[in-house]
């Protein structure tokens, strides 16, 4: 999957993106085989080495935060559940998906400063949040790279309830 929305694989999917791209974690590797390449034609010291070292040591820390990634900042929505990074909220607990945040306001909406859900402390970078309000009457941030797909596919999950 890539980090925006995909086609999901699974019929009972409705939205989903993932929160990193496994892609990512060879182009460390690949920068440092063309650099290996390079000083192979052009110069007089090949560093054996420190390429393959620095290599490897590129590859194990975007692994690690690719993991990170899609574990925090993974997003899922079944008819049944919302999950955004580790947290889920079963979407009969949502009451309203409110309206978009407007850019040119002078007072943000009340949603805006709301807690965002999952286990971050505020929205995850690049994502943007989508105001909703709770059965019981809180509102939380839910957040997505395609906030557009993401409300489109709640509002068709939520019987189109808008506030």
């Known amino acids: 999957m890539s980090g925006t929305a995909a086609t999901p ?12 791209r496994w892609r990512t ?25 420190a390429l393959p070292l620095f290599a490897v040591i590129l590859a194990g820390i975007v692994a690690v935060q690719v993991v990170a990634a899609r574990r ?4 899922t929505l079944t008819r049944e559940m919302l999950r955004q990074g580790a947290e889920e909220l079963p979407v009969a ?10 850019l040119y306001a002078d007072d943000p909406q009340r949603w805006e400063s709301s807690r965002s859900l999952g286990e971050l402390s505020g929205i995850p970078r690049r994502r943007k949040g989508i105001g909703l309000r709770l059965r019981d009457g809180s509102l939380v ?22 506030s």
């Not at 974690?25 to 080495?49: D, K, N, Q």
Request: charged share 20%.
């Open 25 to 49: 974690v060879v182009y460390g590797p690949l920068i440092c085989v063309v650099a290996l390449v390079i000083e192979l034609f052009t110069g007089p010291v090949v560093h054996w080495f």
């Open 72 to 75: 925090h900042v993974t997003v």
């Open 141 to 162: 941030q839910a957040w997505a790279r395609d906030d557009d797909g993401l409300r489109d596919a709640l509002l068709d999950c939520t019987t189109g309830t808008r």
């Open 9 to 20: 694989t699974d019929p009972d999917v409705l939205f989903e993106e993932s929160g990193g």
């Open 93 to 102: 607990d949502i009451a309203a998906v409110l309206p978009k945040a407007d």
